[in-house]
């Protein structure tokens, strides 16, 4: 099978997806190719060094085919456009199907036109979540109305399938932009269990770089630090148990302006020492990191972390949206009133009063990853509902 995933950037040595799913497709021998820009990734990396955009051209890497194209077009820092030479990367490279990334957005819409011009079929996965896309005011709400009622309909002849990546995901692409369950097929996001996993002697050296002793317990949270994440409701929670538990909570990931400096504020003076900021962590360290926490915590917004976390072994801990909770089906994880540190720190007091549950708990989300999120897993889900949609045999499938 040949495939072409679109995406608008891909930057290697990340965690997302576009880093992933193409190459373990790959590895299954799957003929797989990433067209996308030459812009760099900048903005997640949370570095502030400017950086340089890649030279067009075809690279290889883990027997992917990368196409940098250059963008003709950019708008919103680079978040929207468009591709020079596109449709004739389609046309040389003969893919039997088109995985777009995005149910929304400029260079969605060149990749349909291209896949209708070369009788293509499409898939478009979908990880919008709540808080890209709500509040939203008179101009986002006509930019999404826009896809709903003209642009995707106008398409429908070459999207066979929509591929939700969480129940969140889902329920966007169904009140948001009207798109029926039938036509939809379940995913997830990943992690790479052979990278991600419990490493002992990588957590306690990187513990004892912190100056946190062997035998504390450490909370974690990792991914970009910025207000959507709401780290503050987790420091005031952690407050709470701090001194019982001699807690040290540990926050992965680069900080918008002023952050760090609030957070570390927040601290109560008795638990300030225990409060550790590593800043931009690459992604290939982070399963040390990982390694070194008992609990994993996304009060707010959440990511591709939490997937990697559980792969570490960590317990989770997220709010009580549906964002969440198709990552926690093995009783690997609680919820919490999202906001609320009361609600929180009970949640947390309940899993740290009980090792034996905790221990239990780190199990089972080893397991829940090596079972479902598995990369290898996700691969072979997604190259199923391609073989699907060329025999035309598509079905509506739900894993949580």
Not at 1 to 27: C, D, I, K, T
Not at 75 to 97: A, C, H, M, N, Y
Request: hydrophobic residues 40%.
């Amino acid at each position: 099978m040949r495939v072409a995933h679109v995406s608008v950037y891909y930057q290697e040595g990340l965690g997302y997806e576009e880093n992933h799913l193409p190459f373990f497709q790959a590895a299954m021998g799957a003929h797989v190719s990433i067209i996308t820009s030459t812009l760099p990734f900048a903005t997640w990396q949370g570095l502030e060094r400017p950086q340089t955009e890649t030279v067009p051209g075809v690279y290889e890497e883990r027997g992917v085919r990368i196409h940098r194209l250059n963008a003709r077009f950019r708008f919103r820092k680079g978040t929207q456009l468009l591709l020079d030479g596109l449709e004739s990367v389609l046309r040389e490279t003969k893919p039997d199907i088109l995985h777009i990334h995005s149910p929304i957005g400029s260079l969605t819409v060149q990749a349909l036109s291209a896949a209708r011009s070369l009788g293509l079929p499409a898939v478009i996965d979908c990880h919008l979540w709540r808080f890209l896309t709500y509040p939203r005011g008179p101009v986002r709400r006509a930019y999404y109305q826009l896809f709903r009622r003209l642009i995707l309909p106008h398409y429908a002849s070459v999207i066979e399938r929509y591929i939700p990546l969480g129940p969140e995901p889902e329920h966007i692409l169904r009140d948001l932009f009207g798109i029926p369950h039938s036509r939809m097929t379940h995913s997830t996001l990943g992690a790479d269990t052979r990278s991600f996993r419990y490493d002992e002697s990588a957590g306690l050296e990187i513990r004892r770089s912190l100056g946190i002793p062997d035998e504390a317990r450490v909370i974690l949270f990792g991914g970009r630090i910025d207000p959507g994440k709401e780290v503050e409701v987790l420091v005031e929670a952690w407050n709470s148990l701090a001194d019982k538990y001699g807690l040290y909570l540990l926050l992965v990931g680069p900080a918008a302006r002023g952050i760090a400096e609030r957070l570390t504020q927040a601290a109560h003076p008795s638990a300030r020492s225990r409060l550790v900021l590593t800043g931009f962590v690459p992604n290939a360290e982070l399963p040390s990191y990982m390694s070194a926490a008992d609990i994993a915590v996304w009060p707010g917004n959440t990511g591709i972390a939490m997937n990697e976390a559980m792969a570490c072994h960590n317990v989770l801990v997220h709010s009580d949206e549906a964002a969440g909770r198709h990552l926690t089906m093995y009783g690997n994880g609680v919820a919490f009133e999202r906001g609320n540190a009361g609600s929180l720190s009970r949640a947390l007091d309940s899993i740290l009063a009980d090792p034996l549950r905790l221990a239990d708990m780190r199990l089972r989300s080893r397991r829940l990853a090596e079972d479902v999120f598995d990369w290898k897993v996700v691969a072979a889900r997604t190259l199923g509902i391609y073989n699907d949609v060329l025999r035309g045999t598509n079905m509506s499938t739900a894993i949580w």
